[in-house]
């Protein structure tokens, strides 16, 4: 992956709704795990949503059922669609991917196991 770029940040009250999009570029981005990591300030980067290349998808256990991840290998996209913000997911929301092997669950390796890193996009949820 020689590019990922997020789109979509913003301002939302409690209770409403973000939508984030990421475009990567790759030769074999099907290849790939991707997904989402979110960094609050002064915390550690955390894994928010991540899409396998087989298409099995894990969640923070803070995000379930609020969030839905999804990925189209033609467009080479990434979109996390966020509901019923919290304050809580405020933060950086960056865009990742990692070469994923066949059967592999990329989510064992939260956010350090990602080896490629959008510039992120900021989401502030207010109360």
């Known amino acids: 992956i020689t590019r990922l770029v997020e789109s979509g940040g913003g301002s939302a009250q409690a209770g409403g709704s973000l939508r984030l999009s990421c475009e990567g570029s790759?030769?074999?981005?099907?290849?790939?795990?991707v997904g989402w990591v979110r960094q609050a300030p002064g915390k550690a980067r955390e894994a928010v949503a991540v899409v396998d290349r087989d298409g099995s998808i894990n969640y923070a256990d803070s995000v379930k059922g609020r969030f839905t991840i999804s990925r189209d290998n033609v467009k080479e996209t990434v979109d996390l669609q966020m509901n019923s913000l919290k304050p809580e997911d405020s933060g950086t929301y960056y865009c990742?991917?990692?070469?994923?092997?066949?059967?592999?669950?990329?989510?064992?390796?939260?956010?350090?196991?990602?080896?490629?890193w959008g510039k992120g996009t900021l989401v502030t949820v207010s109360s």
């Open positions: 990742a991917a990692v070469i994923g092997g066949a059967g592999y669950n990329c989510w064992r390796g939260g956010a350090r196991g990602m080896d490629y």
């Open positions: 790759s030769e074999a981005y099907d290849k790939y795990c």
